[in-house]
T-cell receptor, first 108, second 114 residues
Framework: GQSLEQPSEVTAVEGAIVQINCTYQTSGFYGLSWYQQHDGGAPTFLSYNALDGLEETGRFSSFLSRSDSYGYLLLQELQMKDSASYFCAVAGNTPLVFGKGTRLSVIA | ETGVTQTPRHLVMGMTNKKSLKCEQHLGHNAMYWYKQSAKKPLELMFVYNFKEQTENNSVPSRFSPECPNSSHLFLHLHTLQPEDSALYLC?????????????FGQGTRLTVV
């Protein structure tokens, strides 16, 4: 089967850095994706890692270690608008499988 | 605009009503999904269709009935729902050139059962 684990909640201070971890078990693994969802909105795609290492896109970076079945999303210079839920998802030879999401609260 | 369109955006229905949610994508994707999301809770996978064939039914009650007439359209037929079925229902699609690496979500239908 397939499963993903990520923390349910994280709280961080505005301007700080926060890391959201994701571990997975799956077969036919292609890569790991991250999605952001604000309250009342639809999830939107943030990043995708197919290879080991760090991918940077502005304030957000995503990391993958295939040997450890582990990845993380790194958010820098946190802003209040970053308060949202963040989902990791496994891409493979089956339709996407999503984690249960991490609710990030950014406080002043 | 993600290329996935859901209608209606909001729906209020009584427990004895029958209604349908519609999802449409013209991204050439082969997989389509229905998710349920209750208030401040994670995404809950309901159904998956791959090339019009249902590949997953995540123990969803029979009062929810999906239909996928072609790879571009997905419906969720609702009948005799319960108040606890009130939630945001999200449709998504993935596939084609990028494989199943990225999903595109519609804006969802906010369903209230009264």
């Amino acid at each position: 089967g397939q499963s993903l684990e990520q923390p349910s909640e994280v709280t961080a201070v505005e301007g700080a850095i926060v890391q959201i971890n994701c571990t997975y078990q799956t077969s036919g693994f292609y890569g790991l994706s991250w999605y952001q969802q604000h309250d009342g909105g639809a999830p939107t795609f943030l990043s995708y890692n197919a290879l080991d290492g760090l991918e940077e896109t502005g304030r957000f970076s995503s990391f993958l270690s295939r040997s450890d079945s582990y990845g993380y999303l790194l958010l820098q210079e946190l802003q209040m608008k970053d308060s949202a839920s963040y989902f990791c998802a496994v891409a493979g030879n089956t339709p996407l499988v999503f984690g249960k999401g991490t609710r990030l609260s950014v406080i002043a | 605009e993600t290329g996935v369109t859901q209608t209606p955006r909001h729906l209020v229905m009584g427990m004895t009503n029958k209604k349908s949610l519609k999802c449409e994508q013209h991204l050439g994707h082969n997989a389509m999904y229905w998710y349920k999301q209750s208030a401040k809770k994670p995404l809950e996978l309901m159904f998956v269709y791959n090339f019009k064939e249902q590949t997953e039914n995540n123990s969803v009650p029979s009062r929810f009935s999906p239909e996928c007439p072609n790879s571009s359209h997905l419906f969720l037929h609702l009948h005799t729902l319960q108040p606890e079925d009130s939630a945001l229902y999200l449709c998504a699609s993935s596939g084609r050139g990028s494989g199943n690496t990225e999903a595109f979500f519609g804006q969802g239908t906010r369903l209230t059962v009264v």
